[in-house]
C-alpha cells in the first residue's frame, strides 16, 4: 500500500503548524549570489560565476504534542504525512509520485510505526531525503541548532537532541563526531520512531533553487568550528584531498598529479583515514585545497578566509555547492574541468599541466 503524498514545506504549512497557542514559528529567508567566478583556464561553467542564484527560506517551529509531530525512521512526520524539504528534485520526485501506481515519494520513505514518547522537550534533527554528509552538516541536518541561535531561542529546560533511524540502519558515525562539535554536551535521544508528549522544535526549508546553502548559517558553522578548534591564524599546509576510497568521482591518475604538485610542499589525505575534528582541524590549517567534487570538501567550514580551494570536476553539471560555500566564506576557488571522463562512474583524469597552469594563474604557486 502506497502512502498518502508527503508535505512540502510553505507558508500555508508553517501556518497550520502554528495554528495553536502552543505553537510558534520564525522565518529566515536569504537571497544570494556569488561576488565573483570561480578562476577556470576556460570560460567558467554558468554556475560558477556570479549568474549563480541561491534563494531559500527556513522556518524554525515549536510544537506542542497535540500537533502530531514526530520522527518516523529519518523523516518529519506530521500525524500520517511526511514531511520532506522542499527544492526543485523534491518537486520533480513528489509530481513523479503523485502521477504514478507503482512509485514512492522521494528519499527514506517507511510504513509508519508507534512513536516513542519522551516526557522531556525534543530538537528534532533530520535530512529528510538527503541522508549525507553534506546535509548532515549544513541544512537541514543541523538548522534547527543554527535557527535557535540565529533568532536568539534560549533552550527549552531539560531540552534533547532527537535523532531517528530506519529499523535496518542507523544514524551515520560521523554525525556523533558533528553535534560533538556544534552542539556540545546537548543530551541525544535515538530511536525508530520518537516524539515529544511535551513540546519539541524542528527546522523546514524551502528552496526555489537548485543549490542549498544558506549563508548566514554557513557564517555560524564557520565561527563555531573555529572557536572549538582554536586553530593557527596563519595556515600553511597544502592538501591534495584523494578519493580512492570512493567507488565513483576519482581522479585515476592522481600519481601524476601528487609527482607534480610534491615539489610546492602538497601532502597526499584520505579523508576517510580521518575523524570529523581531525579533517576541521586539517582544513583550518590549509592555506590551499586541492581535489574533486565530493562531500570532503564541506569541511571548508572550518578554514580560515586566507584559504583557496581548487575542485576538479569530472564534466560540465550541478557542482556550484561548495563553489557558493566559499565565495559565503571570503574563499579564492577554482575549478579544472576533467580531460576524459568515464560516463558510469564519473572516474576521470586531469592533465597536470593544466593544474600547474590553473594555480599559477590564481598567484597560487
Known sequence: MLP?????????????????????????????????????????????????????RQWLIQAPANLGVSLQSGLLTLKRRCIYESNPNT???????????????????????????????????????????????????????????????????????????????????????LLDVFAPGEVLLQGISLASSSVCRFALQDHTS????????????????????????TPRRRLFISRKGSNRRRCLNERQIMAELAPYGFEHVCLEDLNVVEQFRLFSESLLIVGAHGAGFCNLVACSSQASIVEFLPRPGSFSHYYAMADILGLKHGHLLAGSCDSGTDDFTVPPAELIELLRKMDLL
Open 4 to 56: 498518502v503524498p508527503p508535505l512540502l514545506p510553505s507558508d500555508q504549512l508553517a501556518s497550520r503548524l502554528s495554528n495553536s497557542s502552543e505553537a510558534s514559528t520564525v522565518c529566515l529567508s536569504e537571497k544570494y549570489s556569488p561576488s565573483r567566478a570561480s578562476f577556470a583556464l576556460h570560460q567558467p561553467l554558468d554556475q560558477l560565476t556570479p549568474s549563480l542564484q541561491v534563494e531559500g
Open 91 to 177: 518537486l520533480s520526485s513528489t509530481s513523479s509520485f503523485l502521477g504514478g501506481l507503482n512509485s514512492l515519494p522521494p528519499g527514506w520513505w517507511h510504513r509508519f510505526r508507534t512513536s516513542q514518547y519522551h516526557a522531556r522537550p525534543l530538537i528534532l534533527l533530520s535530512t529528510h531525503n538527503n541522508p549525507n554528509y553534506f546535509h548532515w552538516l549544513t541544512q537541514p541536518g543541523l538548522s534547527p541548532l543554527f535557527l535557535q541561535d540565529y533568532f536568539g531561542l534560549s533552550p527549552l529546560p531539560g531540552m534533547a537532541l532527537g535523532l531517528s533511524h530506519r529499523p535496518r540502519d542507523s544514524v551515520p558515525s560521523f554525525l556523533s563526531e
Open 210 to 233: 537548485d543549490v542549498v546553502v544558506s549563508p548566514a548559517q554557513l557564517h555560524w558553522l564557520n565561527q563555531r568550528a573555529r572557536a572549538f578548534l582554536m586553530p593557527v591564524t
